[in-house]
């Protein structure tokens, strides 16, 4: 007769483990200790992220501490971890390790592979773990969208929908204008993604994203 001996159960990964993930460009997250694993960011995406983060560097005051793609540890074992396309912390950066205080803004950038996670899996936690605004961009070049969610009493609530070339505004975490568009598309960005008008239509058309005059 052979005696059969129960599985041992599935061991579950920390952000410990992670430290040994290949440094290959993608994006290795824990979900219950189970790794939840995304290709490297494409071009578009990486545009949208950067200018993003440029844009509202230049709104916001020094005391905020803006990270594109930083690590964020959401409960006290490890187990679960996610990295947002793009975070604002009103903290300092951690001594060691990764962020284990929910940022003050959190900002995913859709890919095909990531609508459902983004939209659906990353709002339920990222509300249970208290963040207070997130903001979800679809990067279509044709029309970019921003989708605007705010903290009301433990779950999201949409505040906003903004896409193309009108002009989304809001005061959290900061006061921020700008421009879906400009977030994607060629030519002079950093002259319009804050609201400015176009070329040739008075002196609104020379402000930089930081409100600065620019040379036509």
Known sequence: MTTRHPEAPERRLTVAD?????????????????LDVSPAPKPLHTRVAF????????????????????????NGDGT?????????????????????VPPVLAVEIVSPE???RDNHTKRREYAAFGIPSYWIINPIPEKVGIIELRL???????????????????????????VPHWLAANGPWPKHIGGAAPEGSGADATQGSDGTA???
């Open 152 to 178: 009301d009493n433990g779950e999201y609530q949409e505040v906003t929908q903004v896409y193309g070339e009108d002009v989304f505004e809001t005061d959290l975490p900061f006061p921020v204008k700008l």
């Open 51 to 74: 200018r993003l983060g440029n844009h509202l560097g230049a709104s916001c005051e020094y005391a905020f501490e803006i990270g594109e793609g930083p690590g964020i540890t959401l």
């Open 18 to 34: 992670l430290e040994r993930t290949p440094d290959d460009g993608r994006r290795y997250e824990l979900v219950d200790g189970r």
């Open 214 to 216: 620019d040379d036509a």
């Open 80 to 100: 679960h971890h996610r990295i947002p396309d793009l975070a604002v912390f009103d903290t300092d950066l951690p001594e060691e390790g990764y962020f284990v």
């Open 114 to 116: 990531s609508v459902f």
